[in-house]
């Protein structure tokens, strides 16, 4: 297929609805809304739904309604929504359904504002909800990777029964670029006869499925949290993904960033690289499972005196930078949180005041 | 000044615009980008400019981006008290009705996507000089619901019915942003010529990405050329260096 030029929000909604999801419930907010806007223009051309809910908590069981039912579904939201949307979450988890979350993130605390933050990377790989829950979350960098990886996520959620997020800041969503639907990530969504709540006479069975998150027996709410813990295990074993720059010769110092700070990240290294310093960049693409080995094995490597961690909240992802260092070499935070974004300029600065 | 040769006859191919012209079209089909690149373009060629950001609907990549270099240029740039300039509100500046009744200069009315971005044209209707207004539409057809004619006309009579005003005039704006190619450009051209004899309305002027001026100029257009040089660009990217042929802005 040839490209075509979109904005982010958009493309994230047409992608979804090339890998099948034809089910999408959401509540506007600053900056994705347009998510919601092409899709209410689209869904009726394709014969699928979408539905506003009252809220962002009505929407969160929305979705657990439909992907109870079996149904690839789907919903895009900015922070503070996601936030609200987090009980819904840890129940769909619970009850091991498969479902599509993706975060434009802005800048918080609170209402914070409505410019480009990645200020819940915390929130998406640690704290999505209550009990002991954990999202596979992907993180793209461009709109073409978005794409890629809201048509990977359905089938990614369904292969583990549990929600995929994509976590995107705000500039994947407001931002303009040439993008094609690569048909080779169309799948077809898995059986679900044996779990999902799809009507006896569908799977032509005679027994009832049930969907749910509630276990009071303690024995059997510890079995099924173990169940859910060797799936991520799994997600770790499996589904770690990851891109290096400038890794092939020597370099002196690493940068790790995600997401659109990454490719502020690369200007910077071409800016050193011009210079005659030599920086490399890993730049995960999911945040969980985290790619401690890559980071770690990229660290360690001879002649490499310091790591960076860049991003574009008050230091959440060096948390995991530091786990996968270890102490061998200093590990170092710069970042934005607000809107602004930082600049190759600045990430130049930060690398040359440690590294001469 | 380009110089084009339709029939036989040798047209003038040069952009000449004054007054008031509000620059519309459908989400995403670069209006703001054409603009700017208008403003600095008519600036350049003598004009008194002033840009007014309207967009009411985008929270990122207005016009509002650029009013450094619009200052620097001497191009009067009309936008939200700089404490709203990042809020997500519909913020009208009361100066915009004071430029609309000024016919020394050109006034350039950026407007927001779709009709829900001209909605506020219809609000400013008492105060719109309707014998010389003009409304042009920025038509790029590699987009998604602007890439055939019927979509196009379908989005323009969405556009007037909203903003009360009729388009007077088209634009043509086909580009893939950095991976734009000649073919585009050509093939765009061709959309929109057809899409303005299919309204019955001029084609005022086609976009060139400026580095691919060079690979177009032994091509005929029926219609000016106007030079994009990028200033709408993500953090990693650099704008442009805007000039325009025959003299820096």
Redesign the interface.
């Known amino acids: 297929m040839s490209k075509v030029l979109m904005k982010g929000n958009e493309a994230i909604g047409e992608a979804a609805i090339r890998a099948g999801a034809l089910n999408y419930f959401a509540y506007p907010i600053t900056p994705q809304s347009e998510v919601a806007e092409y899709l209410s223009r689209r869904m009726p051309e394709v014969g699928g739904h979408f539905l506003q809910g009252e809220s962002e908590v009505a929407v969160s069981y929305m979705i657990f309604g439909a992907a109870g039912c079996g149904e690839r579904v789907f919903t895009t939201s900015s922070s503070p929504g996601i936030s609200l949307m987090s009980e819904g979450i840890s129940y769909i988890i619970g009850a091991e359904c498969p479902a599509v979350f993706v975060n434009i993130m802005r800048g918080g605390p609170g209402l914070g504002g409505i410019l480009p933050s990645q200020a819940d990377y915390l929130q998406a790989t640690r704290g999505v909800g209550h009990g002991d829950c954990r999202l596979l979350v992907l993180a793209p960098a461009s709109v073409q990777e978005a794409v890629e990886m809201v048509m990977t996520a359905f089938p990614l959620a369904e292969k583990y029964r549990n929600p995929v997020m994509v976590l995107g800041d705000g500039l994947i969503g407001q931002m303009m670029e040439p993008v094609e639907f690569p048909d080779n990530l169309k799948s077809a969504p898995s059986n679900k006869d044996d779990w999902a709540t799809n009507g006896m006479d569908t799977r032509g069975r005679k027994t009832r499925n049930l969907v749910k998150s509630l276990f009071l027996d303690p024995v059997e709410l510890n079995e099924h949290n173990l169940k859910i813990k060797r799936k991520y295990e799994q997600m770790e074993r499996e589904e770690v993904r990851f891109e290096g720059y400038n890794q092939d010769g020597a370099y002196r110092a690493l940068i790790v960033s995600f997401g659109t700070m990454s490719r502020v990240c690369r200007t910077a290294i071409d800016i050193m690289k011009a210079d005659g310093l030599e920086v490399a960049m890993i730049r995960p693409q999911t945040l969980f499972p985290y790619p401690l080995q890559a980071v770690r094995d990229a660290a360690w490597k001879k002649g490499c005196q310091a790591v960076f961690s860049i991003e574009m909240n008050m230091g959440q992802m060096v948390e995991d930078v530091r786990l996968a260092v270890q102490g061998r070499c200093p590990v170092h935070w710069y970042g934005k949180c607000g809107g602004e974004v930082p600049t190759p300029e600045e990430v130049v600065e930060t690398v040359r005041a440690v590294v001469q | 000044m380009w110089l084009g040769c339709l029939g036989g006859i040798v047209i003038r191919m040069s952009i000449l615009l004054k007054g008031l012209v509000i620059i519309a079209g459908d ?2 089909n670069g209006k703001t980008e054409v603009a700017i690149n208008l403003a600095v373009h008519q600036k350049a060629a003598g004009r008194k400019v002033s840009v007014a950001d309207l967009d009411l609907v ?4 207005r016009t509002r981006e650029a009013r450094r270099l619009l200052a620097a240029l001497g191009i009067e740039l009309v936008m939200p008290d700089p404490q709203y300039l ?3 509100l519909p913020i009208f500046n009361p100066r915009v009705t004071g430029l609309m009744r000024d016919p020394s200069r050109l006034t350039l009315l950026d407007a927001g996507g779709g009709d829900a971005g001209v909605t506020v044209l219809a609000a400013l209707a008492d105060a719109l000089p309707h014998d010389s207004v003009r409304m042009l539409l920025v038509v ?1 057809p ?4 602007s ?1 055939t004619p019927e979509a196009c006309l379908e989005r323009c009579r969405k556009i007037e019915k909203a903003a009360k005003l009729a388009v007077t005039g088209i634009i043509g704006n086909a ?3 950095e ?1 734009t190619v000649l073919e585009h450009v050509l093939a765009g051209h061709e959309f929109a010529r057809s899409l303005s004899q299919r309204m019955g309305r001029p084609l005022e002027f086609i976009t060139v990405p400026a580095s691919l001026l060079e690979a177009a100029r032994p091509h005929q257009f029926s219609c000016p050329v106007l030079p994009i040089y990028r200033q709408l660009v ?4 650099k704008p442009e260096p805007l000039t325009v042929p025959g003299g820096a802005a």
Do not use: I, K, T, V
């Open positions: 989400f995403g985008n929270p990122y990549f990042q809020a997500d790029n590699l987009r998604p619901y890439s580009n893939l942003l991976d993500p953090p990693w990217r």
